[in-house]
């Protein structure tokens, strides 16, 4: 008897827009040389993560165009397609590798700040 194999699509992680909370740990994201701020990235409570895009979408910019499409083109990329739901301790990683500093989007770490965090 034969076996037939099935293909079947890998489950993935969704990120999904929302408030970061600042106090708890996430990532920003800057673009170019400028390390503007442009996204925060934190641990979806469910599973996923939640990015809080930080630039003004409202009026027509190629410029913010442009950015926004290479900040989810790299928020797919790393969070989505290189490990999947796992990917947190990733995303701490990658806040230190070459890649990431040779890229025009950074990634940067921030724990969370006990002082601040505590009631």
Same mark, same amino acid.
């Given at each position: 008897?034969?076996?037939?194999?099935?293909?079947?699509?890998?489950?993935?992680?969704?990120?999904?827009?929302?408030?970061?909370?600042?106090?708890?740990?996430?990532? !920003?994201?800057?673009?170019?040389?400028?390390?503007?701020?442009?996204?925060?990235?934190?641990?979806?409570?469910?599973?996923? %993560? #939640?990015?809080? %895009?930080?630039?003004? #979408?409202?009026?027509?910019?190629?410029?913010?165009?442009?950015?926004?499409?290479?900040?989810?083109?790299?928020? #797919?990329?790393?969070?989505?397609?290189?490990?999947?739901?796992?990917?947190?301790?990733?995303?701490?990683?990658?806040?230190? #590798?070459?890649?990431?500093?040779? !890229?025009?989007?950074?990634?940067?770490?921030?724990?969370?700040?006990?002082?601040?965090? !505590?009631?």
């Amino acid at each position: 008897m034969v076996k037939r194999m099935r293909i079947t699509a890998k489950a993935r992680v969704a990120w999904v827009e929302g408030v970061v909370n600042r106090n708890a740990d996430h990532v !920003s994201i800057c673009y170019g040389e400028s390390r503007r701020v442009v996204a925060l990235i934190a641990q979806h409570k469910k599973a996923g %993560f #939640t990015v809080q %895009f930080l630039l003004n #979408t409202h009026r027509t910019d190629a410029r913010v165009d442009k950015i926004l499409h290479q900040v989810r083109q790299e928020l #797919t990329f790393y969070l989505l397609d290189v490990v999947g739901p796992d990917s947190w301790p990733f995303v701490q990683y990658h806040c230190d #590798t070459p890649a990431n500093r040779r !890229s025009i989007v950074h990634w940067r770490w921030h724990p969370k700040d006990p002082v601040r965090a !505590s009631p």
